[in-house]
């Protein structure tokens, strides 16, 4: 079935760093990957809709020069988070639809981020 | 707009026993609706789907659900729980091309 790759699963890194997540369709194109966030016994929040050859879509409230997203080809999207601190602590998901509607989508297994 | 409303943020059965999980979803067009299982530290499996046709839906590791139009409801079961159940479930909801939404997730717990 459809793969989706995330990586890495785990990242520590001191506050003001720039952490870059990578989200890979290993066995399918995708022109649109989804970016969500997860807070520890929360539900997955949307941050963003990745578009492969332009920019993002961000949803309300979320800032797009904090989470920096790129989608340069069909089988790979980032995330980086910019001059990270502690409350962008977090479990990040990316999700891919591998047919032609945005369902259903397969999900990678997620990076935690932990900011010192 | 949609929504989606798991009812029960924690979930405790024996294990033998059946387990049953309550979705309630909101939609102004016809849904497609979703089940999805994490285990910790883990993106999300899916369990199984609703599109269109048949209102009872078969999913992996011997979960099924059906969809009531009249209840506005997806409820997740499965007859027998094993330990290996034993994990955070979500219930989704969306259109052909818009975003998934998410309930907020109960927590199954099996105990021997």
């Known amino acids: 079935g459809a793969v989706v790759s995330q990586h890495p699963s785990w990242v520590i890194c001191k506050s003001g760093t720039s952490v870059k997540i990578e989200c890979r369709s290993l066995d399918f194109q995708a022109t649109t990957m989804f970016w969500y966030r997860q807070f520890p016994k929360q539900s997955l929040m949307l941050m963003a809709t990745?578009?492969?050859?332009?920019?993002?879509?961000?949803e309300q409230g979320v800032e797009k020069d904090k989470f920096l997203i790129n989608h340069a080809s069909l089988t790979l999207s980032t995330l980086t988070v910019t001059s990270a601190h502690p409350e962008d602590s977090s479990f990040y998901i990316c999700?891919?639809?591998?047919?032609?509607?945005?369902?259903?989508?397969?999900f990678g297994d997620g990076t935690r981020l932990s900011i010192l | 707009a949609q929504s989606v409303t798991q009812l029960g943020s924690h979930v405790s059965v024996s294990e033998g026993a059946l387990v049953l999980l309550r979705c309630n979803y909101s939609?102004?067009?016809?849904?497609?609706l979703f089940w999805y299982v994490q285990y910790p530290n883990q993106g999300l499996q899916l369990l199984l789907k609703?599109?269109?046709?048949?209102?009872l839906v078969k999913g992996i590791n011997g979960f099924e659900a059906e969809f009531k139009k009249s209840e506005t409801s997806f409820h997740l079961t499965k007859p027998s729980a094993h330990m290996s159940d034993a994990a955070e479930y979500f219930c989704a909801v969306s259109t052909r091309y818009s975003t998934l939404t998410f309930g907020k997730g109960t927590m199954l717990l099996v105990s021997p």
């Open positions: 939609s102004s067009v016809p849904p497609y």
């Open positions: 990745s578009n492969e050859g332009s920019k993002a879509t961000y």
């Open positions: 609703y599109t269109t046709g048949a209102t």
């Open positions: 999700s891919a639809p591998d047919g032609g509607s945005n369902q259903p989508q397969h």
